[in-house]
């Protein structure tokens, strides 16, 4: 069995493709660390860097994902998933998709400012916006820095609808600002959640949030009346395709309002990243799982079609969506689940310069 790094989703570091040159490290330096200075030839701890952008929320062109803004206070997560689609994306800024995605984490600080500044605009059509379109806006560094925290006391001030995304139960420390935005039907959340198996949660997604705590959040969530929803994503086939019923059973016993699906896809770098991965963490079935993820795609691991990317094709494809609507009405067959109101919305005026 090739070696495995557990606390990390990637297990190796991927050229950023828009370089020329790459740095390698020496084998022989890395070997002489090992043995003569004891020391990790893979460095766990995850560096932040803070970034000073000049806009905050984006406008979604994809056709097939529901939302029309989302806004990321981090690039980069350490959250490290190893499926992530995200990934890709770390190489705009100038670092690699595997390890550097996990251990090299932007942070905007400047977010909340932003925000209130684009919230104020003249022209602005109050559209829900979505937390964590790309990165999670709960990986562990919020608990330090609220950002995300300090961004929904802004939408809260200006009475805005809001979504979130999240793999962590950190969104309940925010509960207070929950409560206040579903007062006015402002907000939904949706919790991802791949798999029962906290075994498998670890190697997938290393530093997320345990199942346990999740379905915890789910249910509180509930309890509080906060619309929420889960999102099984993605579905990978060969390793937490056959839990779609026990799951589906599972989150409607917690209370959640809806229930949604994709099936993986492995674009860009990702192919590439997770091959390695399986490679070393599962090794016994390694080429079964990547052989039906193609299955989904046509043949290839990667699927970048619009009405395709998100649920697949062919048998295997099939099969998943049958067992997913099935579960869907034998267990949860009746839940609501909420349009978000814009009434609400407070063009605020800007804030008057104080006079001396």
């Not at 200006?158 to 962590?168: E, F, L, S």
């Not at 915890?216 to 509930?222: F, N, Q």
């Not at 906060?226 to 209370?255: C, D, Q, T, W």
């Amino acid at each position: 069995m090739k070696s495995y790094q557990k606390g990390r989703g990637a297990q190796k570091r991927v050229h950023n493709k828009f370089y020329e040159l790459e740095h390698i490290p020496d084998p022989e330096y890395l070997e002489y660390c090992l043995k003569e200075e004891g020391e990790s030839a893979v460095n766990l701890k995850t560096k932040f860097q803070r970034v000073f952008p000049k806009t905050i929320v984006n406008k979604v062109k994809s056709p097939d994902l529901r939302m029309e803004y989302s806004l990321n206070p981090y690039q980069g997560c350490e959250h490290g998933c190893v499926y992530c689609y995200a990934r890709n994306s770390h190489q705009y800024w100038g670092y690699g998709p595997g390890q550097d995605f996990e251990k090299q984490v932007l942070i905007k600080k400047n977010a909340p400012e932003l925000l209130d500044k684009t919230l104020r605009k003249k022209n602005w059509d109050p559209k829900p916006i979505v937390f964590s379109g790309n990165t999670d806006c709960y990986q562990p560094i919020e608990r330090k820095l609220e950002i995300t925290r300090k961004c929904l006391q802004v939408m809260l001030k200006h009475k805005h609808p809001a979504g979130i995304i999240t793999k962590n139960a950190l969104v309940l420390r925010d509960l207070d600002i929950l409560k206040e935005l579903a007062n006015y039907n402002l907000i939904k959340v949706n919790i991802s959640i791949t798999t029962l198996s906290e075994e498998t949660k670890r190697m997938l997604e290393p530093r997320t949030s345990s199942i346990k705590q999740r379905l915890k959040t789910v249910e509180t969530l509930s309890k509080n009346n906060i619309p929420v929803a889960v999102m099984m994503a993605p579905i990978i086939p060969g390793i937490n395709s056959h839990e779609i019923f026990p799951l589906v059973k599972r989150i409607s016993e917690v209370g959640a309002n809806s229930v949604n699906y994709t099936v993986v896809r492995l674009n860009g770098a990702i192919g590439e990243i997770f091959s390695d991965w399986i490679e070393k963490a599962m090794p016994d079935r390694a080429q079964k799982v990547l052989n039906q993820i193609a299955d989904c795609h046509g043949g290839n691991l990667n699927e970048s079609r619009y009405g395709y990317r998100m649920r697949g094709e062919g048998e295997i494809a099939k099969q998943i969506a049958q067992q997913f609507k099935i579960a869907k009405n034998k267990f949860m067959p009746h839940r609501f689940w909420p349009e978000l109101e814009t009434k609400h919305y407070l063009r605020l005026k800007k804030p008057q310069l104080k006079l001396f």
